[in-house]
């Protein structure tokens, strides 16, 4: 074999220059920017004499409900007659996402400029197709913070400290008059349409002042540096006309068969599609403001975001006096945010956290993060909440809240809200990775009917969607929640197997915190 030290060094030499790639130079981008609300369009004629009444304040409807979620933003595609501005971390290639992309091409057919921005993370295994779909003159396609490496990606390795570093924001503008933004992604699980496991997520519809300043963000994520136009990153990609038919048609004969599931004739039964194109659903008006981490945040440490979204968020939860109401999937507080919190409490501030359960989440090594806290938590006087993973429907068909149409829900939505009379919706994860490495949004609303019913619906229901977390005699951690009326206490993690547990316990002594 000859000289092993000799060998290994031309192996590694031999990788170097593929370990050095790195994202391509000089790239044209195009600066463009959201078109001004055009009066003559469908959408404006039908929320026109909505915003004469509302002056300066911008209407919103809660999308609590998945199916009511997906068929909003079909609406909005459908109706849409200028513009279409889409901004999403994930976006799946499933029944739901097929059916969109699907919309996205037809829009683009009626000569609708559709802007599509994606992370790369996720979304570069699809660039094949993105590309495809770049392809329509109506359509550009720009991803952001991408990998270097297209095929083999572990090699962006040696540039983790940029990788790592993702967009989460989602928001969904149509027309520069109605917009949906929130913590949901494009995808079956998001929508209730899964057969494994769907997510408890909350958007908003809203019209109003509120879209220009997502127009905003939007156009500074598009504009921004961090954004390659999907073809700068695909030169070896080089797809004809007839690959562009090809693709269309098979999309074509892939949206028919998805227009055959159940999940999808059933939304046909129901009038929400209808009333979302025609803006006649119920609102209630309120001033917001919409607050974003700048894209400069992927270029700084910790330290040196002087202005990043949690830094927009601590005055408003600094100056809750009577009650915080926290809902996040993935909850991470570290020691300043127990102390933070058990401060809260202790000076006189109701809080209340709901969260996943290691049964109910989708992401072992968050969960892994936070278990360690939750006993500092209880002991301060946090009310603590973690998810069940049963299917509410009954609660669902009641309440129209949380809940799933599959055997499985999981938590997905990021809400908080302060003193009942403010509310935050937005992308914001209640962990190190949202406060430091990825971007994130969300709209702040000023609105005492808003959040008090929110809060107040919720209160009514965790009883029975979640497990309240305490402390026994034996300072070990109970878990309690009501199964059809009657109290019932845990003493370890309910509905869960060892695995779990032993992966759970395994991932938080290996995984950094701050990655979580």
């Known amino acids: 074999m000859g000289n092993p030290l000799k060998f290994l060094s031309l192996l590694v030499l031999s990788f170097l220059p593929i370990a050095c790639a790195s994202l ?14 055009d009066p003559t369009t469908t959408i404006s004629k039908n929320i026109k004499a909505k915003l004469a009444q509302h002056n300066g304040d911008s209407g919103f409807n809660a999308l609590f409900n998945g199916e009511d979620a997906f068929v909003s933003r079909m609406a909005g595609m459908r109706t849409a007659e200028r513009s279409l501005d889409l901004q999403y971390y994930i976006w799946n ?20 400029r559709v802007r599509i921005l994606l992370d790369d993370l996720n979304l570069g295994k699809h660039e094949k197709m993105l590309r495809l779909i770049s392809m329509h003159p109506n ?63 909350l958007d908003m519809w809203c019209i109003g002042p509120v879209v ?9 994520y598009w504009n921004a540096e961090i954004s390659y136009p999907i073809e700068s990153l695909t030169s070896n990609i080089k797809p004809t006309e007839l690959d562009y ?3 269309r048609e098979n999309l074509k004969g892939n949206t028919y068969q998805a227009y055959q599931a159940l999940y999808i004739q059933r939304l046909y039964q129901s009038n929400m599609g209808k009333a979302y194109a025609a803006a006649d659903v119920q609102l209630q008006w309120a001033p917001a403001q919409v607050i974003y981490d700048p894209p400069e945040k992927f270029d700084q440490k910790p330290h040196e975001q002087t202005n990043n979204l949690q830094s927009q968020v601590r005055p408003y939860m600094r100056e809750s006096k009577r009650e915080l109401f926290m809902i996040s999937p993935y909850f991470v507080p570290g020691d300043n945010g127990v102390n933070y919190l058990n401060k809260k409490v202790a000076d006189g501030t109701s809080v ?21 806290y939750r006993k500092d938590l209880v002991k301060g006087g946090v009310s603590l909440y973690e998810l069940k993973p049963h299917d509410h429907e009954n609660l669902r068909k009641r309440k129209r809240s949380i809940g799933s149409s599959s055997s499985h829900a999981g938590l ?3 809400t908080l809200v302060f003193d009942r009379r403010t509310i935050l919706v937005g992308s914001m994860n209640l962990d190190p990775r949202s406060v430091f490495l990825n971007s994130e949004m969300g709209v702040i609303i000023d609105s005492t009917e808003m959040a008090e019913k929110f809060v107040t619906q919720f209160q009514e229901n965790l009883p029975e969607i979640a497990y309240q977390l305490g402390l026994n005699e034996k300072n070990k951690l109970t878990w309690t929640t ?11 993690e309910p509905e869960t197997t060892w695995w779990q547990r032993v992966k759970a316990s395994f991932l938080s002594w290996i995984v950094p915190e701050s990655q979580l």
Do not use: C
């Open 245 to 247: 038919l090809t693709f």
């Open 482 to 492: 009501l199964e059809d009326g009657q109290k019932k206490t845990f003493t370890s």
């Open 212 to 220: 220009s300043g997502l127009a905003s963000e939007f156009d500074i």
């Open 93 to 112: 290639n499933d029944l739901t996402g097929t059916i969109l992309v699907d919309e996205v091409l037809k829009a683009a057919d009626r000569e609708v």
């Open 24 to 37: 391509p130079k000089n790239v044209k981008r195009t600066p463009s920017y959201t078109f001004p609300a």
């Open 352 to 372: 209340t956290v709901l969260t996943n359960s290691l049964a109910s989440g989708d992401v072992a090594a968050a969960f892994s993060g936070y278990k360690g």
């Open 139 to 201: 359509v550009e396609v720009r991803m952001v913070n991408p990998f270097a490496h297209r095929s083999m990606r572990f090699m962006d390795i040696f540039r983790l400290g940029k990788i790592d570093r993702r967009m989460h924001n989602k928001v969904f503008i149509a027309d520069n008059e109605i917009a949906i933004v929130g913590g949901r992604n494009i995808g079956d699980e998001y929508f209730w349409a899964s057969n494994e496991m769907n997510f408890g997520d």
């Open 412 to 414: 997905h939505g990021k």
